[in-house]
């Protein structure tokens, strides 16, 4: 009887500890549909610019910068934009504001005074 009390509680805490693994790994898969006010854009060691912060408010991207960002470039696609794109707007004051429209993807570029250009960041407009 001893024994069997055994095997059945090995079965049972096995049985347990293989449904905790899989709610464990299952959950790690799934996708998350959280937001982040968080953003990064990968820059150059020589670049002296970069972006602050990105708030989206009423089909309106405001963009602050800190450094010597002189340029942006907002663009729905991921190939940058070359020095005489026509994409490129000036930074006035650490700050620019973009009209854009809702449940689309952007990518934002800025150029620091040497000309250095950003890697792309990626935005999502959709609410």
Not at 4 to 15: D, E, P, R, Y
Not at 67 to 87: F, L, M, Q
Not at 99 to 124: A, C, E, H, L
Request: proline share 3%.
């Amino acid at each position: 009887m001893k024994g069997s009390k055994q095997t059945s509680f090995i079965i049972v805490a096995g049985i347990l500890v293989l449904a905790v693994f899989i709610f464990v790994v299952t959950y790690n898969m799934l996708p998350r549909n959280r937001q982040s006010n968080s953003y990064y854009v990968k820059v150059g060691e020589t670049m002296s610019a970069k972006i602050d912060s990105i708030n989206i408010d009423n089909d309106t991207l405001v963009l602050t910068t800190l450094g010597d960002a002189i340029e942006y470039c907002v663009k729905s696609t991921r190939t940058t934009p070359g020095p005489g794109n026509i994409c490129w707007k000036k930074i006035h004051d650490n700050k620019a504001t973009i009209q854009i429209y809702n449940y689309k993807q952007y990518y934002i570029w800025i150029k620091d005074t040497s000309g250095t250009v950003s890697s792309p960041m990626r935005i999502d407009s959709r609410r």
